[in-house]
C-alpha cells in the first residue's frame, strides 16, 4: 500500500540520490494508483515545467500499466498513436524515461513515481535509489 509516509520517503530519497550523483536540481512526483498526487517535491533551482513533466511520466506510466521508459519506445515506433493520446489525456502523458511504476509485494500497481530534471536515465537512477528500502519495488522496464 502506498502511504503518505510511504511517498515522502520517496520523494526524499529521490532527491538525496540526486545530490549525491551530483545530478541536476530535480523534481519528484509520486502518484497513488488512481493517479492523484500525494507527493510532489522539487529541488532548490529545480525548473519552473519540472512539476508537470514529473507528473506526467507518472500519469503515463499508470495510464498504460507500463514504465515510461517503454512508452518512450513506442512513442518512437508509433508518433501517431502518442499524438493521440496526448490529446486525449489533455497532454498529461509524457512518454520519456523517469516514471516509475510502483508495485507491491504481490506485483500489482500502487503508483508511480515521476522525476524530471537531469536524463531520462538518471531521473530513473535516482527514482530507483528513493524506492529503494520502502518496501515497494521499482519497475522502471528493463528486462
Do not use: W
Not at 500519469?59 to 515506433?77: N, T
Not at 520519456?96 to 504481490?106: I, K, Q, W
Not at 524530471?116 to 521499482?138: K, P, Q, R, V
Amino acid at each position: 500500500m502506498l502511504t503518505l509516509e510511504i511517498a515522502d520517503r520517496i520523494a526524499d530519497g529521490t532527491l538525496a540520490a540526486g545530490r549525491e550523483k551530483g545530478a541536476q536540481p530535480l523534481t519528484v512526483v509520486v502518484l497513488d494508483a488512481g493517479g492523484h498526487v500525494v507527493v510532489a517535491k522539487r529541488a532548490d533551482n529545480s525548473g519552473i515545467l519540472r512539476i508537470e513533466i514529473a507528473t506526467g511520466k507518472a500519469y503515463g506510466a499508470l495510464g498504460f500499466g507500463l514504465p515510461s521508459r517503454v512508452l518512450h519506445g513506442r512513442a518512437a515506433d508509433n508518433p501517431n498513436f502518442f499524438n493521440a493520446v496526448a490529446m486525449a489525456s489533455g497532454g498529461r502523458v509524457v512518454p520519456n524515461p523517469g516514471g516509475v511504476l510502483l508495485r507491491d509485494a504481490a506485483g500489482r500497481i500502487v503508483g508511480a513515481v515521476g522525476v524530471s530534471g537531469d536524463t531520462g536515465d538518471m531521473d530513473e537512477i535516482c527514482a530507483l535509489a528513493g524506492i529503494e528500502g520502502c518496501g515497494l519495488t521499482g519497475d522502471v522496464g528493463r528486462g
